[in-house]
């Protein structure tokens, strides 16, 4: 089955106490992306990579790093988390378009991270 | 970089009505514009899309209308049910062999009485 898995669903952790958010997609595509959703907000990109070793800044990056030494996977880094970082996290796979083929975003089933 | 604006934020509809919501954007070189649909507690899921190609598509009871000019599309859905309650979101995308960035807009709860 397609698909695009996030681990953990749900994580409570302490202000500064480094964690990690992994991804993994089994559908070989080649964009990823991380979002966060907060309340009247909507989905904002956090960072994305458009194939092996290839990351770059979305839109709010701070507090945040990613890497992709795999093509499935895609982690999401905190290294000093802070209660600001607290929303709901999705990662999204797609495959990089090719004269608008294909291009349907996949998500996970995301992450209620609460930083305390 | 692209803007993208929804609205409205929340819609309450009776069952059977139409619901339409209406979107945004800014950046003239977007070309692909999909409808997120998110039920409670659950991922964004696509319902449909549209490129730049083509004014209007349609699936079922849905349909998607754009607006090349005026930089606008919208998401219409006829005889509505219980279950197309949920939060949607509009998106928008300009696909290059680069990647596919896409802006989001801030959502639509949508509520279907009964």
Redesign the interface.
């Known amino acids: 089955e397609a698909q695009v898995t996030q681990n953990p669903r749900y994580l409570i952790t302490v202000t500064g106490k480094k964690l990690t958010v992994t991804c993994s997609q089994n559908m070989n595509h080649e964009y990823m992306s991380w979002y966060r959703q907060d309340p009247g907000l909507g989905l904002r990109q956090i960072y994305y990579s458009m194939n092996v070793e290839v990351t770059d800044k979305g839109d709010v990056p701070e507090g945040y790093k990613v890497s992709r030494k795999e093509k499935r996977n895609f982690p999401l880094i905190l290294e000093s988390p802070s209660p600001n970082q607290t929303s709901l996290y999705f990662c999204a796979s797609s495959f990089r378009g090719r004269g608008a083929m294909n291009t349907e975003a996949f998500f996970g089933q995301g992450t209620r991270l609460t930083v305390v | 970089?692209e803007n993208v604006e929804?609205h409205p934020?929340t819609l309450s509809v009776q069952e059977g009505d139409s619901a339409v919501i209406k979107c945004t954007y800014s950046d003239s070189a977007s070309?692909?514009f999909?409808w997120y649909k998110q039920e409670l507690g659950?991922?964004?899921?696509?319902i449909i899309?549209i490129?730049?190609n083509v004014g209007e598509k349609k699936d079922q009871r849905i349909a998607v209308t754009l607006n090349k000019t005026a930089k606008h599309f919208s998401l219409h859905i006829t005889e509505t049910q219980p279950e197309d309650s949920a939060v949607y979101?509009c998106a928008a995308?300009m696909?290059?062999?680069?990647?596919?960035?896409?802006?989001?807009?801030?959502?639509t709860q949508l509520k279907v009485e009964l």
């Open positions: 970089g929804q934020s070309n692909y999909p659950k991922r964004p899921q696509l899309d490129r730049s979101f995308c696909v290059t062999g680069g990647g596919n960035k896409l802006t989001f807009g801030t959502g």
